[in-house]
Every structure is written in structure tokens, then in C-alpha cells.
């Protein structure tokens, strides 16, 4: 059982990601109402610093909530959790000699509740609505999302309402459905699914957790940024390669070195390059960032066997596109094709079965060697997100 001392958090207050205007961490929000842009949570971290000691947080009993100073949760018994967090960061031998990298890691997400790393998200988010009183929950998502959403709203004994499209892997309708959702399938994409559950929210008085479009999700992802900093003792990689759909997991990491280096806990300052890895079939992100845009456009007819990629755009495409820029990164588009062969070879290689959006970060990674734009020195790592076993259905 985890135990919780008497400061459980150092929460301070929401903030707008565009104007800067600040909003109260106790009252339920969405996003800003005049920006229509994400929130993002704010804690003391001055007070956090004089405090908190990095390695007792190391001594505690894994789980992500082992950081609970820094997640936005006030009170222990509203914390919702099934033991997500602190997944393994394995090196990858076989890959990264046949690639010619010295150091190679893979940040292994399948292991988390419901099988991948939506699970970290949905605890942190979860969590907060329980602790301000809402009831009723609803999302739209490409799978693994709705999938954790119910295990949560179960968990926590709230109502669950999820849109997801008619294409969705059977695995995340079978496991929302078991928990108690209410499972609404769509003909089309996430971004339909999206506009139903917004007018549902919107009509019926349903809680939102869309990607980006309430605050605490991002709370959740961004522990893989301090758990990628203490197996490294405390310095950062130099490379990471992440599968960018809604890009809460890119955005919350970088948050996560933004606040370590604000409460001194890192050895050395310098943060990794980010790389946003999208299908060529719907690759939004890439686009805008060949065109060194600020916002990315819709993309029309998505298309990719990896789901969790097939997002067209955003809620949060400025805040990605703003920390590819300023971390030096890039952004690389990989067909359907490499990402088949390429969850093959992790699989032969090093035993992972990876979900297709984990094996697009190997194919992105050939590329960028390929390109020159990795070292064989540098220190990298690739996410992958979810379990294979998952989009069984979708196997050959």
C-alpha cells in the first residue's frame, strides 16, 4: 500500500497555454474559454525544492503516484489507481547493434493497466474529476484511451461514456464494455467520435477527458519524463522518439524537464531532441513542421493501421509543434509498411510484440540514422506505447 504523507501535493493553479490567464485548481475546467487553448497545472515548485527529496521519492513504492507532490491531486483517497507507472526502460542489444547505436532503450508502456500507456493519463485524470465531484465521464478515442477510461470510471464508481470508431481494435471495445462503459461505435474517424462526444458532453452534463481539452491527463504522461531522468541518475537522453497522435505523452515529458530542471533535481541540463512520429497516412504534424508553421491543418482521409496515429489534428498542435522547435527535434512521417516490419523485428530481436504505434518509433529511428540526424553514441530512446497483443485482429 503506498503511503502518503501529510503534503500531498504542491498543486498551485491552472494556467492558459495562450493568454497566460490563471484558473483555479479546485474548480472543474476544460480548457480556456477565451483562447479555446489547453490548460496546463501549475505547482509551487519553490516549495516543492526546499521539500520534497528527490531520492526518498526514489525509496518509495513503485507507481506513478510515487510522485504525488507533483501530480494534482490535494487529497490520498482520491488518487484512482491499478499500479500504472514506473515501466521498464530496457536496452535493445540486438536492434541497436544491427543499427550500429551504442545505446539503445526502449521505455516498455505495455505493462501498464489495460496494456498500454494510457493508463497514466486516465489515473491522473480520473483522479482529479473524483476529487471535484464529478460523476459522469465521457471521451472520444482510437482505443487504448476509451479502454483505460473504463477501468478508471469503474475504479473510481463513475458513469463511463465512450465514442470510439466502428474500426477500433475488437481488444479496446471488449475491455471498455466489460468494465461498464457504455460503448457508442462511429462510422468514421477519431475526429467524428469527437464532435459526438463533445455535443453529448455539451447537452447532457458529461465530463470531457479528451485529449488536451481538460488538464490533468497531461499530469499523468509527463512521470515518463521523470522516470526516463532517475534511470538515467538523473540526467536526459539524448534522443527520444515518440509516436505522436494527440501528443498529451511529447508535451507532458517536456513539461516533466521543464519542472525538473526548475526544482534542480537534474545532473546536467541539457534535454533531448524530440521526435514526433506520425504515419504517412495521417501525418499533420510532419506537415506543419516541414513548413516551420505554428499550427498544423486537418488532415483529410486518414489513413493507417496504426490507430492511436490516426488523429488529424491536435487539440494541442501548437504546444507539440513549439517543443520539436525548441528542443532542436524533427518531426518524420513512416508508412504502414515499415511499421509491419518493423514490429516484426522487434519482436524477433528482442521478444517485444509492440502495438503498431511503439514499432512506428523503430521506423522512424532507421530513417533519422539513414539521415544522419542520429549519432551512433548518442543515448536514445524509443517509446513504445502499447501491447500487440491488442490488435490481434488486425494480424495476418
Same mark, same amino acid.
Given at each position: 500500500?503506498?503511503?502518503?504523507?501529510?503534503?500531498?501535493?504542491?498543486?498551485?493553479?491552472?494556467?492558459?497555454?495562450?493568454?497566460?490567464?490563471?484558473?483555479?485548481?479546485?474548480?472543474? &475546467?476544460?480548457?480556456?474559454?477565451?483562447?479555446?487553448?489547453?490548460?496546463?497545472?501549475?505547482? /509551487?515548485?519553490? @516549495?516543492?525544492?526546499? &521539500?520534497? /527529496?528527490?531520492?526518498?521519492?526514489?525509496?518509495?513504492?513503485?507507481?506513478?503516484?510515487?510522485? &504525488?507532490?507533483?501530480?494534482?491531486?490535494?487529497?490520498?483517497?482520491?488518487?484512482?489507481?491499478?499500479?500504472?507507472?514506473?515501466?521498464?526502460? $530496457?536496452?535493445?542489444? &540486438?536492434?541497436?547493434?544491427?543499427?550500429?547505436?551504442?545505446?539503445?532503450?526502449?521505455?516498455?508502456?505495455?505493462?501498464?493497466?489495460?496494456?498500454?500507456? *494510457?493508463?497514466?493519463?486516465?489515473?491522473?485524470?480520473?483522479?482529479?474529476?473524483?476529487? #471535484?465531484? !464529478?460523476?459522469?465521464?465521457?471521451?472520444?478515442?482510437?482505443?487504448?484511451?476509451?479502454?483505460?477510461?473504463? @477501468?478508471?470510471?469503474?475504479?473510481?464508481?463513475?458513469?463511463?461514456?465512450?465514442?470510439?470508431?466502428?474500426?477500433?481494435?475488437?481488444?479496446?471495445?471488449?475491455?471498455?464494455?466489460?468494465?461498464? @462503459?457504455?460503448? =457508442?461505435?462511429?462510422?468514421?474517424? !477519431?475526429?467524428?467520435?469527437?464532435?459526438?462526444?463533445?455535443?453529448?458532453?455539451? *447537452? /447532457?452534463?458529461?465530463?470531457?477527458?479528451?485529449?488536451?481539452?481538460?488538464?490533468?491527463r497531461m499530469e499523468g504522461k509527463?512521470?515518463?519524463?521523470?522516470?526516463?531522468?532517475?534511470?538515467?541518475?538523473?540526467? $536526459?537522453?539524448?534522443? =527520444? !522518439?515518440?509516436?505522436?497522435?494527440?501528443g498529451t505523452g511529447l508535451v507532458?515529458?517536456?513539461?516533466?524537464?521543464?519542472?525538473?530542471?526548475?526544482?534542480?533535481?537534474?545532473?546536467?541540463?541539457?534535454?533531448?531532441?524530440?521526435?514526433?512520429?506520425?504515419?504517412?497516412?495521417?501525418?499533420?504534424?510532419?506537415?506543419?513542421?516541414?513548413?516551420?508553421?505554428?499550427?498544423?491543418?486537418?488532415?483529410?482521409?486518414?489513413?493507417?493501421?496504426?490507430?492511436? #496515429?490516426?488523429?488529424?489534428?491536435?487539440?494541442?498542435?501548437?504546444?507539440?509543434?513549439?517543443?520539436?522547435?525548441?528542443?532542436?527535434?524533427?518531426?518524420?512521417?513512416?508508412?504502414?509498411?515499415? !511499421?509491419?516490419?518493423?514490429?516484426?523485428?522487434?519482436?524477433?530481436?528482442?521478444?517485444?510484440?509492440?502495438?503498431?504505434?511503439?514499432?512506428?518509433?523503430?521506423?522512424?529511428?532507421?530513417?533519422?540514422?539513414?539521415?544522419?540526424?542520429?549519432?551512433?553514441?548518442?543515448?536514445?530512446? =524509443?517509446?513504445?506505447?502499447?501491447?500487440?497483443?491488442?490488435? #490481434?485482429?488486425?494480424?495476418?
Open positions: 500500500m503506498l503511503i502518503i504523507p501529510e503534503k500531498v501535493s504542491y498543486l498551485a493553479n491552472l494556467q492558459c497555454t495562450d493568454c497566460g490567464s490563471i484558473y483555479s485548481a479546485d474548480k472543474v &475546467h476544460t480548457f480556456c474559454p477565451d483562447c479555446q487553448s489547453p490548460l496546463l497545472v501549475n505547482y /509551487d515548485l519553490n @516549495a516543492a525544492r526546499q &521539500h520534497v /527529496d528527490r531520492d526518498e521519492i526514489h525509496r518509495r513504492q513503485k507507481g506513478m503516484w510515487r510522485w &504525488h507532490e507533483l501530480l494534482p491531486v490535494r487529497e490520498s483517497q482520491n488518487m484512482v489507481t491499478l499500479g500504472e507507472g514506473d515501466t521498464a526502460l $530496457l536496452r535493445l542489444p &540486438h536492434v541497436g547493434k544491427s543499427l550500429g547505436l551504442t545505446h539503445l532503450f526502449v521505455k516498455e508502456e505495455s505493462s501498464n493497466p489495460t496494456g498500454s500507456f *494510457k493508463a497514466r493519463g486516465l489515473s491522473a485524470a480520473i483522479s482529479k474529476a473524483k476529487e #471535484l465531484g !464529478i460523476q459522469k465521464v465521457i471521451i472520444p478515442t482510437a482505443g487504448n484511451a476509451g479502454g483505460a477510461m473504463a @477501468a478508471y470510471a469503474a475504479r473510481a464508481n463513475m458513469q463511463a461514456l465512450i465514442y470510439m470508431p466502428k474500426d477500433t481494435p475488437n481488444a479496446n471495445i471488449v475491455e471498455s464494455r466489460i468494465a461498464g @462503459a457504455e460503448v =457508442i461505435l462511429v462510422d468514421g474517424i !477519431i475526429s467524428d467520435a469527437a464532435g459526438m462526444a463533445g455535443e453529448t458532453a455539451r *447537452k /447532457d452534463g458529461w465530463f470531457d477527458v479528451s485529449t488536451f481539452k481538460e488538464p490533468y509527463k512521470v515518463m519524463g521523470y522516470e526516463l531522468a532517475e534511470a538515467f541518475n538523473w540526467e $536526459l537522453p539524448d534522443v =527520444i !522518439i515518440y509516436p505522436t497522435g494527440g507532458g515529458m517536456w513539461k516533466a524537464f521543464e519542472e525538473l530542471e526548475q526544482l534542480g533535481w537534474l545532473n546536467n541540463a541539457k534535454r533531448p531532441r524530440m521526435v514526433s512520429v506520425q504515419a504517412e497516412g495521417c501525418a499533420p504534424v510532419v506537415q506543419a513542421f516541414e513548413k516551420k508553421a505554428t499550427f498544423c491543418d486537418f488532415w483529410v482521409n486518414a489513413k493507417t493501421i496504426a490507430s492511436g #496515429l490516426r488523429v488529424p489534428k491536435s487539440f494541442a498542435d501548437h504546444l507539440i509543434l513549439a517543443n520539436l522547435y525548441e528542443s532542436n527535434g524533427t518531426a518524420i512521417a513512416v508508412s504502414d509498411t515499415s !511499421i509491419t516490419e518493423a514490429q516484426k523485428e522487434l519482436a524477433k530481436a528482442e521478444g517485444i510484440f509492440a502495438a503498431p504505434e511503439g514499432a512506428a518509433t523503430l521506423a522512424a529511428l532507421k530513417e533519422l540514422i539513414k539521415q544522419k540526424w542520429i549519432q551512433p553514441d548518442e543515448r536514445v530512446v =524509443i517509446f513504445n506505447t502499447g501491447s500487440g497483443l491488442k490488435y #490481434l485482429d488486425q494480424q495476418n
